[in-house]
């Protein structure tokens, strides 16, 4: 026995329905919806809005009477055509666990409502193995206006998997089925594991009861939305500048910050509040961010857990795990934003004052591996806010510190050694900073301490 993954199709796969795409392409063949089936437009709205209904569901089992008359080829060259561009709307994460499931031996399965001749195409155009949908019946090349079988949908979409499996000698023990929608549920319940993927409201909640895994195939494993919201798009109205009244804040070059596309953002490490500092600065893009961080970090109470829900990326230090680059690359590679400090930790002592900046090779293996720019975002303030030795910030209105953030444009990279590339990133840093960073001079012993965790002074 081997093991299969069965995905949905609308709103699981794809992050919308593929109705509207096949329509129009069905239309371009001269052929489209038929006046007989009214208020297709608002059952094509809702649904995008809402999810499946059994009123939307019952509109739809109806449009098979709509195709009465088509030819069966004029329909296969719309739906190959529609399927050039929906495999263009497929999320990159999805495409990723394709990928990974495929690789694993797993045998992928469309299972969907919509009819195989319009979906079939988009199914080999994705590699899957097979489909299991609602048959349109058609005699002499043109179709019946009638089904051939179940209309693929709820109780008979669990059924028409388990007949697949019986019949191809696929284990469901072992086998995986990923759905949005909570009609889809008995089709979860028949696997041995359940994926909810941007789930409506009642199957998230069979899913909470369950302990089903919930995704978003438009970001990482993990990463916690509200209403089609991460908790980055719901943190994003506070990270304003007025809201910290004791700060004077100069944030400068975010223009330079692509709005789309795989992006690495490389700040240098000064104070526990560069993490608002960058904040800020993203929150500007109007992107989703995901950061580098110690272990440590995703181990406090309130901050690890929102950091995890957002998406950050746990390094573990000394122990030369690759997960975290390779994590990282895979969010490059989906076209995300990856904000990583160079430096790897706050320097302490004398370091904190050398105006040479020295870093680690992530930044620049990033940039080489995911093909990534990389833009540099120079900090400078944030340790008079928050130094190294205090356990919070230090919000005194009569003491207003400047903090300032630079963002640079891309940083001219040779994408050959790692090391060298680090140069340019950590140079590219120090040009962006003022010009006292660039001098040294001897600290004092109080501005040594301060570098220095609470309690440690070496």
Request: hydrophobic fraction near 45%; charge should be negative; proline fraction near 7%.
């Amino acid at each position: 026995m081997t093991a299969a993954a069965f995905f949905d199709l609308d709103r699981t796969l794809l992050p919308k329905g593929s109705g509207s795409t096949i329509g129009r392409h069905l239309e371009a063949e001269g052929i489209g919806a038929s006046p007989n089936v009214p208020g297709v437009e608002l059952f094509a709205m809702l649904y995008e809005q809402f999810g499946e209904t059994r009123l939307s569901m019952a509109a739809t089992k109806q449009f098979v009477r709509t195709a009465k008359g088509w030819s069966v080829e004029t329909v296969e060259r719309a739906a190959e055509n529609a399927a050039l561009e929906l495999s263009d709307a497929v999320p990159k994460y999805a495409m990723m666990l394709l990928d990974e499931l495929r690789a694993k031996g797993m045998r992928l399965v469309l299972a969907t409502t919509t009819p195989t001749v319009l979906i079939g195409p988009l199914a080999m155009e994705l590699g899957f193995d097979d489909v299991v949908a609602t048959e349109w019946a058609h005699e002499d090349g043109h179709f019946t206006g009638t089904t051939d079988g179940p209309f693929v949908w709820g109780t008979e979409k669990r059924d028409a998997i388990v007949a697949w499996a019986q019949a191809n000698g696929i284990d469901l023990a072992e086998s995986a089925a990923y759905s949005d929608s909570y009609f889809d549920a008995p089709m979860l319940d028949a696997v041995g594991k359940a994926v909810a993927v941007n789930p409506d409201a009642r199957l998230a909640a069979v899913a909470a009861l369950h302990g089903w895994e919930i995704r978003h195939f438009d970001a990482p494993p993990g990463v916690l939305r509200v209403l089609g919201l991460e908790l980055q798009d719901l943190l994003r109205p506070f990270a304003r500048t007025e809201l910290l009244p004791t700060i004077d804040w100069d944030i400068s070059g975010v223009e330079n910050i692509p709005s789309e596309g795989p992006t690495i953002l490389a700040f240098n490490h000064r104070s526990y509040f560069d993490v608002m500092a960058m904040h800020m600065v993203i929150a500007r893009t109007g992107r989703p961010c995901r950061f580098l961080a110690k272990r440590e970090m995703f181990d406090t109470p309130l901050l690890g857990t929102i950091s995890r829900l957002a998406g950050g990326i746990p390094v573990d230090r000394g122990t030369g795990s690759d997960a975290p680059l390779r994590n990282a690359t895979e969010a490059l590679e989906a076209g995300e934003m990856v904000a990583i400090a160079p430096q790897g930790t706050i320097p302490r002592g004398h370091d904190f004052f050398d105006p040479v900046l020295k870093g680690r090779p992530g930044a620049a293996q990033l940039a080489i591996d995911a093909k990534a720019d990389v833009y540099p975002v120079a900090l400078w303030g944030t340790e008079l806010v928050w130094p190294r030795n205090k356990k919070a910030p230090m919000f005194d209105p009569r003491d207003r510190p400047t903090v300032s953030v630079t963002v640079g444009g891309p940083v001219d990279l040779k994408r050959r050694k790692a090391t060298t590339d680090t140069k340019r990133i950590m140079t590219a840093l120090t040009d962006l900073l003022p010009p006292e960073a660039r001098e040294y001079r001897e600290p004092t012993e109080e501005e040594l301490a301060r570098t220095f965790p609470a309690g440690k002074s070496a």
